[in-house]
């Protein structure tokens, strides 16, 4: 695959993934903004009560995410996308394809994860 067609993959799975978690979060919004039930019972209380905070975890780590790809497609944009943040090598196809956010090559990656476990992180 050339250059301009992996940028124009990658943007487009990117967009796709991004067009996905904003749809998901206004159907969360509006399902969170048009509940207004009223559970007598305790115990069903709780229970909903979880499920939104359960929910609204969700949705954080999503948001987290929304941010990653707009940060990627960025990264398209300046022509900086797939080069390792760290050694500045290429990251493989398949690791973006896995894992379009990405800023690291694999080897550096396993550095990374390794020094925090060293240090307890």
């Not at 115990?43 to 707009?70: G, H, V």
């Not at 760290?86 to 990251?91: A, L």
């Amino acid at each position: 695959m050339r250059d301009d067609e992996k940028k124009i993959f990658f943007r487009q799975l990117l967009n796709r993934r991004l067009s996905e978690l904003l749809d998901d979060a206004n159907k969360t919004m509006n399902v969170m903004t048009d509940q207004n039930q009223n559970f007598p019972d305790p115990t069903d209380r709780a229970s909903m009560e979880s499920d939104r905070n359960f929910e609204l975890r969700i949705r954080d780590r999503e948001r987290r995410l929304i941010a990653k790809i707009k940060e990627a497609l960025a990264r398209i944009d300046e022509g900086t996308f797939g080069i390792c943040e760290s050694c500045g090598e290429d990251i493989s196809f398949g690791r973006l394809e896995a894992r379009p956010v990405t800023t690291l090559c694999i080897d550096c990656k396993t550095k990374q994860e390794t020094e925090e476990k060293l240090k307890g992180l």
